[in-house]
């Protein structure tokens, strides 16, 4: 065992070990516990243990169990009403959050509507806002308000021990949006602990604001939050002795962070890490491990993608230099122009990415991989073309002047820098006078600033928040999206196709078209998923459900052996 894990275990873990905890092992820290504010992996592994959703799914993702709700509703139990626009959730009577103060039918309506109102870049608002209010967002392109509380309470209500939820227009996988996310919180916890207090006047001061849930948390699910410490990432969460289902198989699960691969692999091997996070640069490593269990070729709903910022922030931004087509930097509409878009993305080596992945990886042709959707990526490397498009770029001043720019990814992603050094090695071939560097941050540190603009460059990976495509076509193309809003990109066909359709064929296939025409961002690879957990520590019936869907086990499933 190598110091650095001794020092984890001394400094960090002994503690916890003791009484069967189940150790979890992720690459960078939860950035909130907030179930209305989660919009990273690492936050979502640790809040859904928390928290609960209206229902759970099944067998198979169109099938849907009671959780929160006491019964599924449907046009046969009379729950949903005959022109598919009324859902009706009968709640719980016997559910009590985790400070023991019982679950009510206004604590589930005011965490919807408090989910709603929360709405930010990447936060999963948008999953209700659009079937409920017919919106992407709570805010105008000007960042104004453009709805008002009325339409919230409109759309969901508390009707005795029922919550009723009205749609904007019928949408036949409302039930999979109910199933893929937790959300319902206790409505005096959370105003105690500096959020909305649930008032009809007080919900735009609190719009997106922080409280006191991103550290401390208080709801119903398996496990309770024993501590939380956001400087090291570093979860304990207690088996719930008063859930309502049958007790938790764990009895504690503890959650850490190591930005390392090779330390993380380390723990597994030596069983001081139960599960753990990798990239797919680990699998062979992995797979020469004798106590270590790997569940391979599990469906993928992630694209790991670099987009371009088409409005940067340049002002006393180092990441944008001079701020002008000097040679020294990058002026704020940079990437307004698609020849310098298009240049770029001729300019990656994406066959060395993939090797350099650990195999499996392949190329998305389009953000809305499907079955029967196109196979040939727009774009490949292809030196002739990337020095075609850059030398048309900003009227041949960017050749001629060259540019000084920054991307910027994730510690701990090694994949998206690897992709973001190809991308520099590329263009430097190019012209000598194209610089561009790569920095890293923590995650949630990047997350963050998003909204800040003065990322020219930011590689992340975007992942479906339900089963079906629609999440994420609007998470990659909707200007309302959270990769759109976050760059600065708009197609008003994106829009209307996206704003209209809920799926269709035709719409899908011109989606590929203008995705392809557009180049905002550059698709690098998606890959089978994979688990890799300590042998034993838990069986393919806990590769299901909501968890799944981030690949991830169902922590109120495994145990430790």
């Not at 070729?297 to 088409?310: D, E, I, M, T, Y």
């Not at 704020?332 to 240049?343: L, Y």
């Not at 999440?471 to 309302?480: D, I, K, R």
Request: hydrophobic fraction near 40%.
């Amino acid at each position: 065992m190598t110091a650095k894990i001794a020092f984890l275990l001394a400094s960090f873990c002994a503690p916890a070990w003791a009484g069967g905890a189940f150790v979890t092992v992720l690459p960078d820290k939860p950035s909130t516990l907030d179930p209305a504010a989660v919009c990273d992996h690492y936050s979502l592994a640790v809040a859904f243990n928390i928290y609960e959703p209206l229902l759970f799914f099944g067998d198979t993702y169109s099938d849907f169990k009671p959780a929160i709700s006491s019964e599924t509703p449907s046009r046969e139990n009379g729950l949903v009403s005959p022109d598919g626009l009324v859902y009706t959730f009968p709640i719980r009577k016997d559910v009590k959050f985790h400070d023991g103060t019982p679950l009510t039918a206004e604590d589930v309506r005011y965490s919807l509507v408090r989910l709603m109102m929360m709405d930010a870049p990447g936060r999963p608002a948008a999953l209700f806002l659009r079937p409920l209010l017919g919106v992407g967002s709570i805010r105008g392109p000007d960042g104004g308000f453009r709805v008002k509380y009325e339409d919230f309470a409109k759309a969901v209500r508390a009707d005795g021990s029922s919550v009723v939820i009205t749609l904007k227009k019928p949408y036949s996988r409302f039930l999979e949006i109910a199933a893929s996310w937790p959300f319902v919180m206790s409505k005096s916890w959370t105003a105690a602990h500096g959020g909305w207090d649930g008032a009809p006047d007080t919900w735009q001061k609190h719009a997106s604001a922080p409280s006191g849930a991103e550290t401390e948390a208080n709801g119903t699910g398996p496990f309770r939050l024993e501590n939380f410490t956001s400087a090291t990432g570093r979860a304990v969460l207690a088996r719930n002795g008063n859930y309502w289902r049958a007790p938790a198989r764990a009895n504690r699960l503890v959650f850490l962070t190591e930005p390392s691969e090779n330390t993380r692999q380390a723990m597994l091997e030596a069983g001081d890490a139960d599960f753990a996070d990798f990239s797919r640069a680990s699998l062979p490593h992995l797979r020469g491990m004798k106590t270590v269990t790997i569940t391979e070729g599990l469906p993928n709903r992630s694209v790991k993608f670099a987009a371009f910022n088409f409005a940067i922030a340049v002002a006393s931004n180092p990441m944008a230099g001079s701020g002008l087509l000097d040679g020294k930097g990058v002026p704020p509409d940079f990437f307004a122009d698609e020849n310098a878009r298009k240049g770029f993305a001729f300019a990656l080596d994406y066959g060395k990415l993939l090797d350099m992945s650990g195999g499996g990886a392949i190329r998305p042709a389009t953000p809305l991989r499907r079955p029967g959707g196109p196979e040939s990526p727009p774009y490949s490397l292809n030196p002739e073309k990337a020095a075609r498009h850059l030398k048309k770029a900003h009227g041949g001043r960017l050749w001629k002047n060259g540019f000084y720019i920054e991307a910027v990814c994730g510690d701990g992603d090694y994949e998206s820098r690897a992709a973001m050094e190809l991308l520099a090695c590329g263009l430097k071939k190019l012209n000598p006078n194209f610089r561009l560097r790569v920095k890293t941050m923590p995650l949630p540190e990047l997350l963050n600033r998003l909204p800040e603009s003065r990322f020219p460059i930011f590689a992340l990976k975007a992942e479906s928040d339900t089963p079906g495509f629609y999440g994420l076509a609007f998470t990659m193309l909707h200007s309302e999206g959270a990769v759109p809003y976050a760059q600065h990109y708009r197609n008003p066909q994106a829009d209307k196709y996206l704003d209209g359709a809920f799926g269709g064929a035709i719409a899908l296939e011109k989606l590929d078209r203008i995705y392809a025409q557009d180049a905002p961002y550059m698709l690098l690879f998606t890959t089978d998923a994979f688990v890799a957990r300590r042998e034993g520590a838990f069986g393919p019936d806990a590769l299901t459900g909501v968890f799944a869907l981030h690949n991830y086990p169902d922590y109120y499933k495994v145990e430790k052996r």
